[in-house]
């Protein structure tokens, strides 16, 4: 499994190449076009959490 959330870019090389963020590099099975439809979705499904407000906005108060 990839961290959606570390993906810099993705290049079909031909095979599929993820770049992530911390430098490292991923060959995958899935061609590119999935590989960004899942990314994409996990951002949007991701979204649908509350993100709290107010405060100091730190995620640990309570």
Do not use: H, W
């Not at 990839?2 to 599929?16: G, K, R, S």
């Not at 993100?51 to 100091?56: K, L, N, Q």
């Amino acid at each position: 499994m990839v961290n959606a959330d570390l993906i810099e870019f993705v290049e079909a090389t031909p095979d599929t190449l993820i770049s992530l963020t911390t430098g490292r590099k991923v060959m995958v099975l899935e061609e590119l076009d999935e590989v960004v439809q899942r990314a994409v979705g996990y951002r949007n499904r991701a979204r649908i959490y509350p993100i709290p407000t107010g405060g100091t906005g730190s995620v640990f108060e309570g």
